[in-house]
């Protein structure tokens, strides 16, 4: 059920649009495809570095402001990627007030370079989807034994180089699993591509739908992302081969932080505040001033009821996801066949489509299902029902389920994969039952997975847009819907409160999950 959206755009390839599908061979679908894989290059190396670097840094060294920064630089994960592209446009563009106090300075021509360009574009992305690899990666860090560390020391190993040699490969599901987070995000992304002048084939979808009114020939070319999708989790998992990640001597603490003294320390400060100044701070700032420029033509009640149906829906998309990702993840484990690897990632392989996209392929199941109940209704009654799934809450439930599963699947079976499978021997040689087994060993320690899969999807939620706007029952709003609408007809300053509350919303949930899972297993 929950891979019909992307099956529906994958069988829009039964019937090809030629004209298209010429036209874009003759023009730009070269570019388009290599934008796309130097855009997916870029973002997972960026990611991989600054996310990875930063969790080592905070989990194994004691520096100043490691204790800010160790929940802090979780923050960005609030902060929808179109936001902060259109922040830090309005701040570092060649007419926003950076280059202009430059040009005031220095009394000369000097421009910063061209944020509109790829390494932008791989910036605001790195600088958004960078908190997945650090929130995955420190878990993994802070899950490991101070026993394994100390021996590769007691080998000879430096700590740079026990790092590299055990505690990284240790951790390679986790960050394996947030770098593709990281990647399909990116391949997803067009507000920011868009803002940026970036083209890629998630762009390439949109001109498509909305230039060409070629909804079939849209889903065929996103159909591309989905071959980039499936591409990254094959790959991902042939690199990893026949390893196998568990600890089976993990009793005693974890590790312990070393102290940076000097110079080494407030480096270590520095670079780890920039990054948050960078990701957070910066564009937060941006936006209050631009909230504080239009406070008088936003009301009080408008906002709260756009507050409560985002959080109400993001709450339950968060609670399905969840529940489902553990269904699929469990029977991973249970019974790793062909047949069952193979459905969990049919079934995980919406997060690389669009929300717009995803929505069209929702849209089909919803329609045919409406017409099987008119027709009965009509049969049974005399009178059909009308349209009782189509634009309901339930379809809309259904497409943020279908898009963000992905989330929860991959950070739960992350979890589940660094857990002995004698383990579970044991428990069932005791008596336990499968799910009992699941409830009292399992649960307890994933519990840090479980949380990060939940607070990921439920702010993944409240930032999506397309999907919303398309499915979403008449009358019902939401904050990223009012940043939409605002930010189409380029009314920045009035689209700030919205985008703000976006930001103030994702992070109480946030810093709870930060705060449970700094907690030693």
Same mark, same amino acid.
């Given at each position: ?27 730009? *679908? ?105 929130? *995955? ?82 889903? $065929? ?27 089976? $001597? ?9 102290? *940076? #003294? ?23 700032? $941006? ?6 420029? #239009? ?19 993001? /709450? ?21 066949? #062909? ?16 929300? /717009? ?52 699947? $991959? ?87 919205? /985008? ?22």
């Amino acid at each position: 059920m929950i891979a019909v959206p992307s099956l529906a755009v994958l069988g829009s390839l039964a019937h090809p649009a030629r004209e298209v599908w010429a036209h874009l061979w003759r023009t730009q *679908l070269l570019e388009l495809l290599g934008n796309t894989l130097a855009l997916l290059a870029g973002v997972g190396a960026g990611t991989l570095v600054v996310g990875a670097g930063l969790a080592w840094l905070v989990v194994t060294y004691r520096f100043p402001g490691r204790a800010v920064l160790e929940w802090a630089l979780v923050l960005p994960l609030a902060v929808p990627a179109y936001v902060i592209g259109f922040a830090f446009l309005g701040l570092f563009d060649f007419t926003g007030p950076v280059q202009g106090a430059l040009r005031r300075w220095t009394g000369t021509g000097v421009r910063l370079p061209e944020l509109r360009s790829y390494w932008g574009v791989v910036l605001m992305m790195t600088l958004v989807f960078y908190p997945y690899v650090y929130l *995955l990666a420190r878990a993994a860090f802070r899950e490991q034994g101070a026993a394994t560390l100390e021996t590769a020391r007691s080998l000879g190993r430096s700590r740079v180089r026990a790092f590299i040699e055990v505690t990284l490969p240790l951790a390679r599901p986790s960050i394996a699993a947030g770098v593709s987070l990281a990647m399909m995000e990116a391949l997803a992304d067009f507000g920011t591509v868009a803002t940026f002048g970036y083209r890629t084939l998630t762009e390439a979808v949109y001109r498509v739908w909305y230039g060409m009114f070629d909804r079939t020939a849209a889903a $065929q070319v996103a159909s591309l992302l989905l071959l980039f999708a499936l591409a990254l989790l094959v790959l991902e998992r042939s690199l990893r081969g026949r390893a196998r990640f568990t600890q089976s $001597q993990r009793r005693g603490p974890g590790v312990t932080p070393l102290a *940076l #003294a000097g110079w080494k320390g407030w480096a270590a400060t520095g670079a780890g505040f920039a990054i948050l100044a960078l990701a957070f701070v910066l564009p937060v700032v $941006q936006l209050i001033v631009w909230a504080r420029d #239009a406070s008088g033509r936003w009301r009080a009640s408008s906002f709260v009821t756009l507050l409560g149906n985002t959080l109400v829906l993001a /709450a339950l998309a968060a609670v399905c996801a969840l529940a489902l990702a553990l269904v699929l993840a469990y029977a991973t484990r249970l019974h790793p066949s #062909a047949l069952v690897r193979a459905s969990a990632r049919a079934a995980s392989m919406g997060y690389a489509l669009p929300g /717009a996209v995803i929505a069209v392929g929702v849209l089909v199941p919803l329609a045919w299902l409406d017409r099987a109940v008119g027709h009965a209704a009509g049969w049974a009654l005399g009178h059909s029902a009308g349209l009782v799934l189509t634009g309901s809450t339930a379809g809309l439930l259904f497409a943020y389920v279908a898009r963000f599963l992905s989330v929860s699947f $991959q950070t739960l079976e992350a979890s589940l994969t660094k857990i002995p499978a004698s383990l579970d021997d044991a428990a069932r040689s005791l008596g336990a039952s499968i799910g009992g087994t699941l409830r009292r060993i399992h649960l307890p320690l994933i519990r840090g997975g479980v949380l990060t899969a939940l607070i990921l999807v439920f702010v993944e939620t409240m930032k999506e847009m397309p999907a919303t706007l398309l499915l979403r029952p008449l009358g019902l709003d939401t904050l990223a819907i009012a940043v939409w609408e605002r930010t189409s007809e380029s009314l920045w300053a009035d689209a700030a409160a919205p /985008a703000l509350a976006i930001v103030a919303a994702g992070l109480i949930p946030v810093l709870v999950v930060i705060r449970l899972s700094s907690k030693r297993p």
